[in-house]
């Protein structure tokens, strides 16, 4: 038996009458089936990458807008209230003078003495509500510059201490990756301002549930910040962690709410203020619960010389306590 040589010519025609291909352009037009297959393929997990990307820049965006929706009626509810704490705060002067001076007046008379005062506290403490809503009400400009973390942190201690917090005195502090060079660069009396709200409000619920041992932890360490496009800049973030109860899940999606609390005395406006420090300083706010138990904050500054620092308008971002246990185990 035969075989036909194989050339580059169509053989005879077959049994239908019709030609046969050649073996050469078989294998041409396979490989030309293959090329397409392959730019299909290309294309298709082109357009897979595509939706992708728009599905994450459609989520970010999203995030965006509703802080900075949350930004402009934070805005909104603060200068009402500004307005409202100007018409209380003058009166409340008023009745702080004529308390003083009724003391004076009847200071050998003991039981109407005790009323006065009473009297004075009442306002006193009024007082330092109108300070809060003030606090939070007032526009907030940054002047930053370079300053230490131990020094803020030590300052911010030292405040809480001058508050007589009850609790106070049992608290162990515990310091992790700060020393005399570890620094950030951002408002010094602002910062100050929002730890002290946050280890006022450590040491509160280590108190109240009476937690042993009661424990504050203060740490430092390099972090990055994520901004819109999926990039991320370089950040330092100041944690501070306690092993009070923790947060609730219901809490946490309420607790930067202005006049929000869970305590029967305050005004609510401690972390409402810390959110709008951090705002203005373009940072983020990292909440959630410690894998060993109790809450955790962590501020992050961005590092202001980056070109693609983030703006303020954005700075809130709230973990549930499943997402922070992650993220802390991570870090």
Known sequence: MTSEPVTGELPGPDAAGEPRPSRGDARELAELIGAFNEVTARLQGTHEQLRGEVARLTRELGEANQQLERSRRLAALGEMAAGIAHEVRNPLGCIRLYA????????????????????????????????????????????????????????????????????????????????????????????????????????????????????????????????????????????????????SEEVLGRMFNPFFTTRRAGTGLGLAIVHRIMDAHGGRVWVGNSPAGGAVFELMFPERNSAEAPVPGVALVVQTPDRARAALEAA
Not at 232 to 244: K, L, N, P, Q, Y
């Open 100 to 247: 003083r001076m009724l003391q004076q007046d009847l200071a050998d008379r003991t039981p109407e003495l005790e009323i006065v005062r009473r009297i004075d506290a009442a306002a006193k403490g009024l007082d330092t509500v109108v300070g809060d809503v003030l606090s939070f009400a007032r526009e907030m400009k940054i002047h930053p510059e370079p300053i230490g973390v131990r020094d803020l942190l030590e300052r911010s201690l030292e405040a809480c201490r001058h508050d007589s917090l009850a609790g106070w005195q049992h608290v162990q502090v515990e310091w992790e990756g700060i020393d005399e060079a570890a620094g950030i660069e951002a408002d010094p009396g602002l910062v100050q301002q929002a730890l002290v709200n946050i280890i006022r409000n450590a040491i509160e619920a280590m108190a109240e549930t009476r937690v042993q041992p009661a424990r504050l932890t203060l740490a430092f360490r390099a972090a990055e910040i994520t901004i819109p496009a999926g990039r991320s800049v370089a950040a330092a973030a100041i944690r501070i962690a306690d092993t009070g109860p923790g947060i």
